[in-house]
């Protein structure tokens, strides 16, 4: 037998938000999705140069990618159930921080071990943005507007694969060199770690789940 608590958050308003509150808080959320997609596409055009500086090995090219996939999908069932019995605001802020963590020891890192260790702490917190991100949004708009915001989702998407590679042979060929792919993501980062600070206000509903880690 299943209990819930509800208990409500600082900044919380009674009854269902408005489509304006809605919007301000959704775009903090587009902006962390944002941040997960360009995590993946934006090292693209540097691996070669990332491989060749590092003295890596054929499979060091593979798990700079891999790595961050596979912690991706490990802990986004994870972060799901969290979202059962911790406020959704601090994790997703606390997503972001870890995407930012990784990110710094990515761009810091003298082999291609470091490197693929940062890109797996990248990878926890893409997981963790990934899945809260339509956790929030279900939390916020009702299943029959749901349709009206998930364009914006979509938008998101298509941007970050499009715009990801792009900026990240831009920012290769530049004097940040390779190292510099992993800043892009970081303003974006900061900057939805403060509109959720803002915008985004939830009741923190509490069930009596279980993790299997």
């Not at 509800?6 to 959320?29: D, F, I, K």
């Not at 930012?100 to 470091?114: C, F, K, N, W």
């Not at 938008?155 to 990801?164: D, K, P, Q, R, Y």
Request: hydrophobic share 50%.
């Amino acid at each position: 037998m299943s209990t819930e608590t509800t208990t409500p958050e600082a900044g919380t308003t009674a009854g269902p938000m408005t489509h304006r509150q809605v919007l301000e808080a959704l775009s903090g959320l587009l902006l962390a999705m944002f941040v997960a997609m360009l995590s993946s596409t934006v090292v693209t055009n540097a691996l070669p140069r990332i491989v060749t500086d590092l003295e890596g090995t054929q499979s060091g090219y593979t798990w700079v990618v891999v790595s961050t996939l596979l912690a991706m999908t490990a802990t986004t069932p994870i972060w799901g159930k969290l979202a059962d019995l911790f406020s959704k605001k601090l994790l997703v802020q606390s997503a972001l921080v870890i995407y930012t963590v990784g990110s710094l020891i990515s761009a810091a890192a003298p082999s291609m071990e470091v490197l693929i260790a940062g890109r797996v702490v990248q990878g926890v917190g893409v997981g963790g943005l990934t899945a809260l991100v339509q956790v929030v949004i279900a939390s916020m708009v009702s299943p029959r507007e749901r349709g009206r915001y998930s364009g914006y989702i979509g938008a998101v998407f298509a941007t970050a694969t499009v715009s990801g590679p792009l900026i990240g042979g831009l920012v290769v060929d530049s004097p940040l060199g390779w190292r510099g792919c992993f800043f892009v993501g970081l303003p974006f980062a900061a900057l939805a770690f403060y509109v959720h600070q803002r915008r985004l206000h939830l009741p923190v509903v509490r069930r009596d789940v279980s993790i299997d880690y």
